[in-house]
């Protein structure tokens, strides 16, 4: 990223992506000469050479933002691009479901195929209209000037403190990401069909209100929003404990708390991602960029295949003990966030016993739902908003 530059990497990246995609038009001739072992091996191809190509451009979107996005505007940012996120996918599922509806002939998922590769191509043409993006280091450099110093941004105290905490948190979303789904498909034997239609709700729901907490982010800092998110999320964890089999109360309860789970959880990505910018120095972007890639990909990674095994073995059980960990988890990480000094020029966090007194948590859940319905900035910098609570 250092060597070529984030625009070159990325253009170069994304237009490769979509090259290889094009393989996938092979399957009928493949399938024709080697069989139906000859379909999968182009699918996998396909998909293989995608994933790993994008692997190797997503690293470079993180230091092209840090440069182009001043970073008391970086919460706006990030919930501009989750809100136009949830409503193309929802969009997109959409107009998906009403092709694959058509029939059952191949020729409908060479149709997405082509609608999804086409604008692939078309991005890269809007990609390249972003400014900035060059190279940092010149070709004369050595190689080690290139190469990212990730011991260096492992070095930075504050920042390995945060990128921790955020793993943990990202790791305790994530418990309850993977339970989530398989409890309401093999516990309360909801259709897939019913299922897409509660993730559906969600996404309304985040892109209607993700904004909210993005302005907050960039008003009192990334801390106090992180905290707020991450433990009304964890409280939420505890919550699927008492959506029962066969329960009359089952099926309003689980859309209550599958939306709020889906927004609390964006917008908790979405402000972790502001507060790591925030924290990244420009001599060393690169590399504190890529230290978090691996982090929490990580994070996002190791919870679903972990929770797959315990359920597989503990059945029901099983799933109780994803939700217990993912809301311990999860407190634990916003207990500890308390630690974290704010960004600069924002309001200093108020400490962690404020929590122990009987009103407080009850004051920071209806806080948390007073941001996410939009009303969390009305009273201004009255110092209360910037305390976590």
């Known amino acids: 990223v250092e060597w070529l530059g984030p625009r070159k990497l990325l253009l170069w990246t994304w237009m490769a992506r979509n090259v290889f995609s094009l393989s996938v038009f092979l399957l009928p001739w493949a399938v024709s000469r080697w069989g139906e072992a000859g379909g999968w091996h182009v699918l996998l191809f396909a998909t293989l050479a995608f994933s790993l190509v994008r692997a190797v451009g997503v690293g470079a979107w993180y230091p092209w933002l840090h440069e182009i996005v001043p970073r008391p505007l970086l919460g706006s940012y990030f919930s501009i691009e989750a809100a136009m ?28 195929y082509a609608a999804g590769i086409g ?10 209209k972003i400014p900035g993006g060059a190279g940092s280091v010149t070709a004369e450099a050595g190689a080690s000037a290139r190469r990212p110093a990730l011991r260096e941004a492992l070095a930075d105290r504050e920042y390995r403190r945060f990128f ?35 993730l559906a709700a969600g996404g309304i729901g985040v892109a209607a209100t ?8 960039d008003r009192f800092g990334s801390v106090p929003a992180m905290i707020q998110l991450l433990a009304a999320h964890a409280l939420l964890a505890f919550c699927w404990w008492g959506l029962l089999p066969n329960s009359r109360m089952t099926g309003v309860l689980a859309v209550v708390v599958i939306v709020f789970t889906t927004i609390f959880n964006a917008a908790f990505t ?21 230290l978090w890639i691996l982090g929490i990909s990580t994070a996002n990674g190791l919870p679903p295949i972990l929770a797959g095994l315990l359920i597989d073995h503990l059945g029901m059980f099983g799933f109780r003990l994803c939700f217990l960990i993912a ?13 974290l000094p704010p960004e600069e020029g924002k309001p200093p966090l108020h400490e962690l016993r404020y929590l122990i007194q009987p009103s407080q948590p009850l004051r920071s859940l209806a806080r948390v739902f007073w941001i996410t319905v939009g009303f969390g900035e009305k009273k201004g910098g009255d110092g209360e908003a910037g305390d976590g609570r």
């Open 85 to 112: 996120s949830q409503v193309i996918i929802i969009a997109l599922a959409l107009v998906m479901a009403l092709v694959l509806g058509l029939g059952q002939e191949l020729n409908r998922f060479f149709l997405i």
């Open 119 to 128: 604008a692939g191509f078309w991005s890269v043409q809007l990609i390249g």
């Open 164 to 198: 921790v905490l955020a793993m943990l948190g990202t790791a305790s979303v994530m418990w309850l990401n993977a339970a989530s789904v398989m409890y309401l498909r093999d516990m309360l034997s909801y259709s897939e069909t019913r299922i897409m239609l509660l």
């Open 210 to 217: 993700v904004h909210f907490w993005g302005r907050a982010a």
């Open 270 to 290: 979405m402000v972790t991602a502001s507060g790591m910018l925030c924290r990244v120095r420009d001599e060393g972007r690169v590399a504190y960029t890529s």
């Open 327 to 339: 809301g311990c988890a999860g407190l634990a990480a916003a207990g500890f966030m308390f630690a």
